[in-house]
């Protein structure tokens, strides 16, 4: 396993380096200039002035390796627009309150999204099992930032049982949870019905029944832990996006996470943020992926992380 986890952080690791190389080509090559906005004009001097402070000056080349140095030891930078707040600041602030949001919403997706996956297989045909299908479908197909505005203007602005902005009390926490959950209930709902339908025809699900263990042991040991990989799977992009909050909630909902500062600096064309935050979460995805191949073996002892 040992070997496995060294080539997975290798490979990691070239793909971090492509992310940082092509994110800062962008960044680098974006016309215009993070220190213009609009037409608003400045006097070559103090131009090269601010370029100078910030390195910007230098060859292209030479600004990529001092940028990767930078990121080797963890800093990303500081903000274009604000020279006393640095990214790592806008992290530590706002990744916790995404992470929080996030970390409720992903446990209210598999809550949800296994139980209707489950029941559907179970009860195949039924009442139950086509509206959990119609759900799934509703939830696949409206768009996030659609339920959004749809929650705001029903539990906001109708009937105004909600709050809608901050993360004060439990309360503030149901419609941005909500809207994150919708879609992956929905495909967390699917996977699972269609993994346990193909699980629950196969030949040691017959033998579990004929020796008499009880439907819930042989739904639960013996066919959810085999139908699971699909949904380990999606697990791993769905923390990873969750977690790192997302730009349409936070920012409909005044939530102060780090998708909101991601969305706040592309407005203002602030490029080390951007750069910065890019980057932490690519970072962040391509650690959660080598987590959720890990816990492939502890999932299914079948599966061995040798050549």
């Not at 500081?78 to 919403?105: C, E, L, Q, T, Y």
């Not at 705001?152 to 049982?161: H, P, S």
């Not at 996470?257 to 064309?269: L, M």
């Amino acid at each position: 396993m040992l070997r496995y986890i060294a080539k997975r952080l290798f490979s990691a690791l070239i793909t971090i380096v492509v992310l940082i190389t092509v994110t800062f080509a962008l960044m680098r090559f974006m016309p215009g200039s993070p220190f213009i906005k609009g037409e608003q004009r400045m006097p070559p001097e103090v131009l090269k002035r601010i370029e100078e402070k910030y390195g910007m000056d230098k060859p292209l080349i030479t600004q990529y390796f001092n940028y990767l140095k930078d990121i080797a030891r963890g800093d990303f930078g500081i903000s274009f627009k604000r020279s006393d707040v640095a990214v790592n600041d806008i992290i530590d602030r706002g990744f916790p309150i995404s992470a929080r949001v996030g970390g409720v919403a992903v446990l209210v997706s598999l809550l949800i999204g296994l139980s209707l996956g489950i029941v559907s297989a179970v009860r195949k045909g039924g009442l139950l099992d086509r509206a959990s299908m119609v759900l799934a479908t509703v939830g696949i197909s409206i768009p996030t930032f659609v339920t959004a505005v749809l929650l705001l203007y029903l539990f906001a602005g109708m009937w105004n049982i909600l709050p809608t902005y901050g993360l004060s009390t439990w309360r503030h926490y149901i419609l941005p949870v909500a809207c994150l959950s919708l879609s992956p209930v929905a495909y967390i709902a699917r996977m699972t019905r269609s993994s346990m339908l193909e699980v629950m025809q196969q030949d040691y699900i017959r033998t579990a029944r004929a020796k008499g263990l009880r439907e819930s042991v042989v739904i639960l040991r013996h066919g959810l832990r085999n139908a699971i990989l699909p949904v380990v799977t999606y697990l791993g992009t769905l923390v990873a996006a969750l977690l790192t909050g997302s730009f349409v909630v936070e920012r409909l909902y005044a939530i102060p996470g780090i998708g909101r500062y991601f969305v706040d600096s592309i407005g203002a064309r602030d490029y080390n943020v951007i750069l910065g935050l890019t980057v932490f979460f690519g970072i962040f995805v391509v650690l959660c992926n080598i987590l959720v191949d890990i816990l492939y073996v502890l999932v299914d002892p079948r599966i061995k992380m040798t050549e």
